[in-house]
């Protein structure tokens, strides 16, 4: 196996959904049959282990602090999704005091190296990265071959949206691709991809599993954000009655 292509996906502001967008385009590309590692950077929020069952050590702080010797697959946590292709997690789990250790140059150097570890032993590799202000968001960004912003579709994501893109132009991590999440495109004209609104409950990510307008979506989104072609035939997916703008 060659190495895999990395794609940070960066908030535009807090609470653009990068996580979720990250849990369900890994299964999407499980559905796939394609192998997918998940690298928490959102430190401060740790989102990524909400999706993780069972105990967390070490987590990603830890493989890039004090637990250095020991391979990254100690801290990928499988999701056993109902796919043919394996989703595995590296979640942020951590206090506060290794959170800030973590955030160190020379930890977010570390992490970089993390991912490249995991390049060589999976199909994809997505960084759920926040809006772009620590090392270890730059430190992300530098390392992933394509950057996508995300962005709510609203007006406070529209504010947002051009401000990410000339912050990570300034630290040499231009944007491939701009997205528009939880909507349409109807705020946020500029935005390349679109991805629908989803179900809410945290308990149905990833909803990619089950057939549906927001598969569709999803899948959409994922073929033109990474620039691939998925052999799952996407309008097996569309429920009767779906709108022909989403195929």
Known sequence: MGRAETLALVGAVGGAGTTRLCVEFAALLARDGRDVAVFDAAYATQGLADHVGGR???DVTALCTDATDQPVEAGLYDAHLDAPGRVAYCPAFAPFERVARAKTPEAAR????????????????????????ANQSLGAVDAADRVAVVAPDTGRGTDALPRMVARLRDVDSPATVEIANRGDGDEIERAMVTVPEGPTEAAAAPAVLRNGAFTVGVGRAVQDVLDVELSVNLADMRPPGLRERFL
């Open 56 to 58: 967390i050590d070490p």
């Open 110 to 133: 570390r992490f970089a190296e993390r991912v490249g570890e995991a390049s060589e032993a999976f199909d994809h590799v997505f960084l759920d990265v926040p809006p772009v202000a």
